[in-house]
């Protein structure tokens, strides 16, 4: 064991001595290039201001109050990272920019400074590339963190990600594990175009011997990222651009460096009796607001399941849940076709909840249309919480 232990940390120096800082005169280029592209406008379609995230008068229910405090996602993103490097030295985080720019959305901020460049490597514009790095290191015992700029930008090395990293520990008979997290912003934001808009929880969430995370608040993003770290399969972290700056309650076990959120359960975040909402990510808080709205102007009790992980999926929860209320409509940002509410439906008619349905489940979703870029087009492109209150109306013939 001892040897083994010594063999990792010799890798972590000659697995990064080709990334050591340039030259001094190539770093002063860098440096100039950086600053000019800092200092060049970004053309941007004036966006209104987001209503429907969480804040203030909008808290989520916790374990417990006592000693709690909050803190955005990005926050936690960043403190799970910063705990687990601590705990394990094999781990170490790579991307673009994640290092002397403190990652292109901060998530990576001041880790740099505490870990060093052994530790936080900024990588060429290159997907394929250093995410065949990453997969290679944790097949050599390393446990890296790979960041991408967006999960759009995924596709230049989706081989790596679902064959080398998804499929070898199952080759291998269970000898080789992949422990690596890829993770970076998923789904649509706001005026990204089209490119990057996609929500790749369906195409990860297919795939055998991938595990899949789609998380919503900051307790989510903590606990699964540390568990996802600690985890020997290789794991798609899939975050929300949108919900990085928002800040939620934490309570006193949650602010834990102990704190781990177990891969694969469900969370019911509000109890209802009368129909079940499925959903992910963002949508949960659409979600959640439609079922405020909906029990204070109509009396109607919405059950609302965060699934936080989507492989493998809490089909135990959902089907409880339909057997309670005997409804279920699915909610996310994503394509209708072949998505992640169309398996939830299928396995919920192919299980026993079936019998309990008193009508069809539906499915919320995005337009079945490339995203568009004007924030006209683009906001009707997606579920918000008048179009989710007015379906589940519907849904139950109230309306």
Request: aromatic fraction near 8%; charge should be negative.
């Given at each position: 064991?001892?040897?083994?232990?010594s063999s990792i940390s010799r890798l972590i120096p000659s697995a990064t001595r080709s990334l050591r800082p340039l030259s001094t005169s190539s770093a002063t280029s860098k440096l100039v290039s950086r600053n000019a592209l800092a200092s060049t406008p970004v053309a941007r379609v004036a966006r209104s201001a987001p209503r429907f995230l969480v804040g203030e008068g909008q808290r989520r229910s916790a374990s417990s109050d006592e000693g709690g405090s909050s803190m955005t996602v990005r926050e936690a993103l960043n403190a799970a990272m910063e705990e687990e490097m601590i705990r394990d030295e094999t781990v170490f985080i790579m991307g673009e920019e994640v290092a002397r720019y403190n990652g292109a959305y901060k998530i990576t901020k001041g880790l740099l400074d505490k870990?060093?460049?052994?530790?936080?490597?900024?990588?060429?514009?290159?997907?394929?590339?250093?995410?065949?790095?990453?997969?290679?290191?944790?097949?050599?015992?390393?446990?890296?963190?790979?960041?991408?700029?967006?999960?759009?930008f995924a596709m230049q090395s989706i081989d790596h990600i679902v064959n080398s990293g998804g499929k070898t520990y199952y080759m291998s008979g269970g000898n080789v594990p992949c422990p690596v997290v890829f993770r970076g912003p998923n789904g649509a934001a706001a005026g990204v175009g089209a490119q990057h808009s996609q929500d790749y929880s369906a195409w990860y969430g297919s795939i055998p011997g991938l595990k899949v995370i789609s998380p919503w608040s900051a307790a989510d993003c903590k606990g699964l990222l540390k568990a996802a770290i600690r985890d020997p399969n290789p794991v798609c972290f899939l975050e929300n651009e949108l919900l990085y700056g928002v800040s939620f309650p934490?309570?006193?076990?949650?602010?834990?460096?102990?704190?781990?959120?177990?891969?694969?359960?469900?969370?019911?975040?509000?109890?209802?009796?009368?129909?079940t909402v499925v959903t992910h990510s963002k949508m949960v808080?659409?979600?959640?607001?439609?079922?405020?709205?909906?029990?204070?102007?109509?009396?109607i009790k919405v059950e609302v399941i965060n699934l936080r992980s989507i492989r493998p999926l809490d089909i135990e929860t959902i089907i409880?849940?339909?057997?309670?209320?005997?409804?279920?409509?699915?909610?996310?940002?994503?394509?209708?076709?072949?998505?992640?509410?169309?398996?939830?439906?299928?396995?919920?008619?192919?299980?026993?909840?079936?019998?309990?349905?008193?009508?069809?489940?539906e499915r919320i979703t995005g337009a079945d249309v490339p995203t568009p870029y004007a924030e006209s087009l683009e906001g009707m492109a997606f579920p918000d919480t008048d179009i989710i209150s007015k379906v589940l109306k519907r849904h139950l013939y109230r309306q």
């Open positions: 064991m001892a040897s083994r232990a870990f060093g460049e052994d530790r936080v490597i900024d990588t060429p514009i290159t997907e394929a590339g250093f995410t065949g790095m990453a997969v290679g290191a944790a097949l050599a015992g390393l446990r890296p963190v790979c960041e991408f700029m967006t999960w759009n934490m309570t006193k076990e949650e602010m834990s460096e102990d704190f781990v959120l177990p891969i694969g359960k469900a969370k019911v975040e509000k109890e209802g009796s009368d129909i808080t659409h979600s959640l607001e439609a079922a405020e709205l909906l029990e204070k102007e109509s009396g409880a849940s339909v057997k309670k209320t005997n409804h279920l409509v699915t909610v996310e940002g994503g394509f209708p076709a072949f998505g992640v509410g169309s398996e939830i439906i299928a396995q919920i008619c192919e299980s026993p909840a079936f019998d309990f349905l008193d009508a069809p489940p």
